[in-house]
Nanobody, 127 residues
Framework: QVQLVESGGGLVQAGGSLRLSCTAS????????MGWFRQAPGKEREFVAA????????AYADSVKGRFTISRDNAKNTVYLQMNSLEPEDTADYYC????????????????????WGQGTQVTVSS
């Protein structure tokens, strides 16, 4: 079992930046591919970004491509989501997730494939 704790959310003006962090404990972090998802009020949880075990492979939702960057530091058991040029539409609860991955190059964009989830951190972007 792996436990995930997100941090870094908050209130920011449109055009601003935030960096979310997700720290894992309990199992070997570099055995897991990681992802970020978000859920706005009244909407389903949606994919934002994913990164492979090694960090070499990444994927992004079209809505955040070019603005958000996912990265990981396996020595610190932490995955990050750097969010730039934030828009009011980015307002949501952001969740990190982990999935055991057999290969270092795999990443996953489907919510149902993830085994472990954090409790979420709230991001509010004001216009």
């Amino acid at each position: 079992q792996v436990q995930l704790v997100e941090s870094g959310g908050g209130l920011v003006q449109a055009g601003g930046s935030l960096r979310l962090s997700c720290t894992a404990s309990g199992r070997t972090f570099n055995n897991y591919a990681m992802g970020w998802f978000r859920q706005a009020p009244g909407k389903e949880r949606e994919f934002v970004a994913a990164v492979s075990r090694s960090g070499a492979s990444t994927a992004y939702a079209d809505s955040v491509k070019g603005r958000f960057t996912i990265s990981r530091d396996n020595a610190k058991n932490t995955v990050y989501l750097q969010m730039n040029s934030l828009e009011p539409e980015d307002t949501a609860d952001y969740y990190c997730a982990a999935k055991g991955a057999a290969r270092g190059s795999y990443y996953y964009t489907q919510r149902a494939l993830y085994d472990h989830w954090g409790q979420g951190t709230q991001v509010t972007v004001s216009s």
